[in-house]
């Protein structure tokens, strides 16, 4: 493997007129994308609700303003002929930068003007038959919507995948995870099932349960925004570049260079919740701010690897940092100073054990760490069945009861909690869940590496330290951009291909001595 370690935002300034004209067309594109997120954050923040139509007609126009620049046949035109430079391929940084240009230059322009907005209307549609039938837990009345889905999905990946060959998931799970394969997801996701099963197994029958008292401890949202903010700054979140609001559901959205925003919610019963959700967040926005944006804007080399790297960076803060010992040990002292009396008494292992606590249910996003992994498994051998067509759609909900009863022990007492919890497939995002286990195993391997190479880690987090990692993430992983895929970062910098392994590790080395096992 290549040890060079030229960062993505080694500019030169002597690349020939076509390079240069093509990364200005593409700088031009972000920033209209970017008037976009900016749009779209006020939307889920500030927006009044009569704004509504307002808004959908202002992000339609920029995004239709965005996609003709991306597809237009200048921009082809520039890239094949950057493609064709030899000395510009025999630059590694550049010849990345190409790669990805033409990815999604592709993804563009492969699907035909009709079958988009089929999808789009499709997905659009079905998003509210979702609801509609997720509130009335009718899975009947969503069904027919679910196969037009499916249906669009299996012909766009077609004409993704077409003259390629192979596994039409391939081909979605591309636009999210690029360089990975369902194949592969699936030798991974078998392999981490056994080891997850018997971990869950056995804290079930462990005689040793966490308190739940801390649920019901009242917090003022005030005093909860003050310790999350000063948490976020205390981490190496930069607010001279971002912002932390409220909105219903928390997202982090970086509209492009020096503005990062994070959202969270908060409860007076849950200012944990509150706090693990800030962290992931901002997991998510410290990785925006590393990246090499600032002088890359526009350019795929300046963007984030795939969501799997991204959600890798999110987990990372919320679980194995912000549900750790350590951390609590300095976090508490804070907290109990930002609270007043309603902390009185509580102690680090209390904390660190109802964080960790390990409860399957039947819903993903209120999942522990341990059994959340099984509901992605179960999300995506159902939805790869689905596409193959060998899982008809009518079929799904007792498919999803009866493996939720395997694998979790939980049943499912309707379809609102069951198969129609996640909106995803409503919005024609079929190959996206796995993307939330492999963040999940990426973390951990890269967790695994740091702590070999800073020894010292729980200590500077016992001290309110976080530099050392984040300097390691940004040195790592966040200056890099786009320019290593997945696979391939995550051998650079664990020397090992992507496996369950470490998540098991650190999953049991946390929660066995917990649950006395
Ligand atoms: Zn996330």
Avoid at 186 to 211: C, K, M, T, Y
Avoid at 382 to 394: F, H, K, Q, S, Y
Wanted: aromatic residues 8%; negative net charge.
């Amino acid at each position: 493997m290549a040890t060079t370690e030229t960062p993505a935002s080694a500019e030169r300034t002597d690349y020939p007129a076509h390079y240069r004209e093509l990364t200005g067309l593409l700088r031009e594109t972000a920033i209209l994308s970017s008037a976009g997120a900016t749009l779209g954050w006020d939307q889920e923040t500030m927006m009044p609700p009569a704004a509504a139509a307002l808004r959908a007609e202002q992000l339609a126009a920029l995004s239709g303003l965005a996609h003709e620049r991306r597809t237009s046949p200048r921009m082809a035109e520039l890239l094949e002929r950057s493609e064709a430079d030899v000395d510009l391929a025999a630059d590694p940084v550049v010849a990345a930068n190409l790669r990805e240009i033409r990815r999604t230059y592709d993804l563009a322009t492969r699907l035909p003007t009709s079958l988009v907005r089929e999808f789009a209307e499709t997905s659009s549609r079905a998003m509210e038959a979702w609801k509609d039938a997720r509130e009335r837990s009718d899975f009947a009345a969503f069904a027919p919507w679910l196969e037009k889905v499916v249906e669009l999905s299996r012909a766009k990946a077609e004409h993704y995948g077409a003259g390629r060959g192979g596994d039409l998931y391939d081909a979605l799970l591309d636009e999210y995870e690029p360089g990975m394969s369902g194949a592969e997801v699936e030798r991974i996701f078998d392999a981490l099932r056994p080891g997850l099963a018997a971990l869950i197994g056995a804290i079930a029958e462990s005689e040793v349960q966490p308190d739940p008292r801390l649920a019901t401890v009242r917090v003022p949202r005030d005093a909860q925004e003050v310790l999350n903010r000063a948490i976020l700054e205390h981490i190496g979140f930069d607010f001279r570049g971002g912002r932390l609001d409220v909105s219903t559901h928390p997202f982090c959205e970086s509209p492009g260079p020096g503005d990062t925003r994070l959202t969270t919610r908060y409860r007076e019963e849950g200012f944990l919740d509150a706090l693990v959700s800030t962290l992931h967040e901002a997991g998510h926005g410290m990785y925006e701010q590393g990246l090499p944006k600032a002088e890359l804007f526009g350019q795929p080399i300046a963007e984030a690897v795939s969501l799997g790297i991204h959600e890798s960076q999110s987990r990372m803060w919320e679980n194995m940092v912000g549900r750790s010992r350590p951390f609590w040990e300095w976090a508490l002292p804070m907290a109990k100073d930002a609270f007043g009396s309603a902390l009185a008494g509580t102690e680090v292992d209390e904390v660190f054990a109802f964080l960790n606590a390990v409860r399957p249910g039947p819903t993903r996003v209120e999942a522990d760490e341990a059994t959340y992994n099984l509901h992605i498994m179960l999300r995506f051998d159902l939805e790869r069945a689905m596409l193959r067509g060998d899982l008809a759609v009518r079929d799904v909900p007792a498919a999803w009861n009866e493996r939720m009863r395997q694998d979790l022990g939980v049943e499912v007492v309707d379809d609102r909690s069951g198969v129609l919890q996640d909106i995803h497939w409503s919005m024609g995002a079929i190959g996206y869940f796995p993307t939330y286990t492999l963040g999940n195993l990426y973390a951990a391997q890269f967790w695994e590496t740091v702590r070999e190479e800073l020894p010292d880690l729980d200590e500077q987090f016992a001290r309110g330290e976080f530099a050392g990692l984040l300097g390691w993430l940004r040195e790592k992983v966040h200056r890099h951009g786009g320019r290593f895929r997945a696979p391939e970062l995550c051998e650079r910098i664990t020397g090992r291909p992507l496996s369950p392994e470490p998540l098991l590790r650190y999953l049991e080395t946390k929660l066995k001595p917990l649950y006395g096992i």
